[in-house]
């Protein structure tokens, strides 16, 4: 059974950083990529970055320049790492997994037809 499992939120000042993780547990084929979503309050569930098959990664215009996705594929995790973060980055973060993912650049991802595997969100708050 695969799990997906997130780490590393928590609350910052704005202005500081924060390194997500994303753990995953079981075997995945791998012809499946990952990304980042977000769910800010009253907002419906957002891309953030996401890794395509080719190893090129693609942002959110709102992350761009600010935040990074990188994947370590012999420990099976997936990172997130944000600086200068704002308060309008305070959200629940989650990982996803999916063949979609792999084709589509996040920002034309609706998290809605992103079926595979997810993870349980991590909580990022960001305070001014």
């Known amino acids: 059974q695969v799990q997906l499992v997130e780490s590393g939120g928590g609350s910052v000042q704005s202005g500081g950083s924060l390194r997500l993780s994303c753990e995953v547990s079981?075997?995945?084929?791998?012809?499946?990529?990952m990304a980042w979503f977000r769910r800010v309050p009253g907002k419906e569930r957002e891309g953030v970055a996401s890794?395509?098959?080719?190893?090129?990664?693609t942002y959110a215009d709102f992350v761009k320049g600010r935040f990074t996705i990188s994947e370590d594929s012999v420990n099976n995790t997936l990172y997130l790492q944000m600086n200068n973060l704002e308060p309008e980055d305070t959200a629940v973060y989650y990982c996803?997994?999916?063949?979609?993912?792999?084709?589509?650049?996040?920002?034309?991802?609706?998290?809605?037809?992103?079926?595979?595997?997810w993870g349980q969100g991590t909580q990022v708050t960001v305070s001014s």
């Open positions: 890794i395509l098959s080719d190893g090129s990664a």
């Open positions: 079981g075997y995945i084929d791998s012809s499946v990529c």
């Open positions: 996803a997994a999916d063949r979609i993912i792999c084709t589509t650049e996040i920002e034309a991802l609706l998290w809605t037809i992103v079926h595979n595997y």
